[in-house]
């Protein structure tokens, strides 16, 4: 567990807490990345605008970060175009297919005790890490 | 314009706290969901720290905002209702979480990661795009959120 940071971790948390608790006290809305997104993309509505502006809040938000020396200085995230661009369409489709990602179900709505909020956590969480595992364990070895 | 700015701020906040915990970087996601590693000891538990933190702070903020009648900058609070668990969602989540194991990437922290610049992400957040484009013009529905802005 060398590469493990629990301190971070938990601040972090909480930031992304306040910040959900934020969106609903003023706005009433789930902080939900994959809704937002999916909704803004297909303006339906005056609408669009808050969430455009909360998508452009996450970027600066990680780059203030970033450039305040609290975030990680790069990241990795693999080079292979098969898998980004796989991986992408899964994620796109799947977390609108299933009506939330790790922000509306995983925190928002873990956080409401919702069942199918629980239920989508703990299928997503299962497939993810089997996921890791044949890539890592079984094909990559 | 109000919503707009407390969208920006809850995006900041949230932006924030995706790269102080690291989860902006999708290798220490993969490494939380490897759980193969446990056995060595190369394991990751970061990621349930981040949601341990996120989860006190919305379970009471979170009832807190049930308390009060109406949100500062809108007309009603939009708690989603639906308790039932259908095909959909678990069909939903399953293929999420395949996406999400193959980069370590999901749509929070891909979106603030783009903070960083790296063609990777742009490649991925174009996918994610356009795989939603793809549901909603497959299995898509539009009765799914009520309108309430002002």
Same mark, same amino acid.
């Given at each position: 567990?060398?590469?493990?940071?629990?301190?971070?971790?938990?601040?972090?948390g909480?930031?992304?807490?306040?910040?959900?608790?934020? *969106?609903?006290?003023?706005?009433?809305?789930?902080?939900?990345?994959?809704? !937002?997104?999916?909704?803004?993309?297909?303006?339906?509505?005056?609408?669009?605008?808050?969430?455009?502006?909360?998508?452009?809040?996450l970027?600066?938000?990680?780059?203030?970060?970033?450039l305040?020396?609290v975030?990680?200085?790069? !990241?990795?995230?693999?080079?292979?175009?098969?898998?980004?661009?796989?991986?992408?369409?899964?994620?796109?489709?799947?977390?609108?297919?299933?009506?939330?990602?790790? +922000?509306g179900?995983?925190?928002?709505?873990?956080?409401?005790l919702?069942?199918?909020? *629980?239920?989508?956590?703990?299928? /997503?969480?299962? +497939?993810?890490?089997?996921?890791?595992?044949?890539?890592?364990?079984?094909?990559?070895? | 314009?109000?919503q707009?700015?407390?969208?920006?701020?809850?995006?900041?906040?949230?932006?924030?706290g995706?790269?102080?915990?690291?989860?902006?970087?999708?290798?220490?996601?993969?490494?939380?969901?490897?759980?193969?590693?446990?056995?060595?000891?190369?394991?990751?538990?970061?990621?349930a /720290?981040?949601?341990?933190?996120?989860?006190?702070?919305? /379970?009471?903020?979170?009832?807190?905002?049930?308390?009060?009648e109406?949100?500062?900058?809108a007309?009603?609070?939009?708690?989603?209702?639906?308790?039932?668990?259908?095909?959909?969602?678990?069909?939903?989540?399953?293929?999420?979480?395949?996406?999400?194991?193959?980069?370590?990437?999901?749509?929070?922290?891909? !979106?603030?990661?783009?903070?960083?610049?790296?063609?990777?992400?742009v490649v991925?957040?174009?996918?994610? !795009?356009?795989?939603?484009?793809?549901?909603?013009?497959?299995?898509?529905?539009?009765?799914?959120?009520?309108?309430?802005?002002?």
């Amino acid at each position: 567990m060398d590469n493990f940071t629990p301190l971070s971790a938990l601040i972090g948390g909480v930031l992304i807490g306040v910040g959900s608790v934020v *969106l609903m006290i003023a706005n009433g809305r789930i902080a939900g990345v994959s809704g !937002i997104l999916g909704r803004a993309i297909q303006p339906d509505g005056p609408e669009w605008r808050w969430r455009v502006g909360f998508l452009a809040g996450l970027i600066g938000g990680a780059a203030l970060a970033m450039l305040a020396g609290v975030g990680p200085a790069a !990241i990795e995230v693999t080079g292979s175009l098969p898998l980004l661009i796989g991986g992408g369409l899964l994620v796109g489709f799947g977390t609108r297919l299933g009506s939330g990602c790790t +922000s509306g179900h995983g925190v928002c709505g873990l956080a409401r005790l919702s069942p199918r909020s *629980l239920a989508a956590t703990g299928l /997503f969480m299962a +497939s993810g890490a089997a996921t890791v595992f044949v890539m890592r364990h079984t094909i990559g070895g | 314009m109000r919503q707009i700015f407390w969208a920006i701020l809850a995006g900041l906040l949230f932006g924030a706290g995706l790269a102080v915990s690291q989860m902006a970087n999708p290798a220490k996601v993969l490494a939380f969901l490897d759980v193969g590693a446990i056995p060595a000891g190369g394991w990751d538990p970061s990621l349930a /720290f981040v949601m341990a933190g996120a989860l006190v702070v919305t /379970f009471f903020g979170f009832a807190i905002a049930r308390r009060r009648e109406r949100p500062l900058a809108a007309d009603a609070f939009d708690f989603p209702s639906r308790r039932d668990i259908d095909a959909r969602l678990v069909a939903g989540s399953v293929l999420f979480g395949v996406g999400w194991g193959l980069v370590g990437y999901c749509p929070g922290p891909a !979106i603030a990661s783009l903070a960083w610049g790296r063609v990777e992400t742009v490649v991925f957040v174009l996918a994610m !795009i356009a795989g939603m484009v793809i549901w909603r013009r497959t299995l898509g529905t539009t009765t799914e959120t009520p309108v309430n802005a002002r």
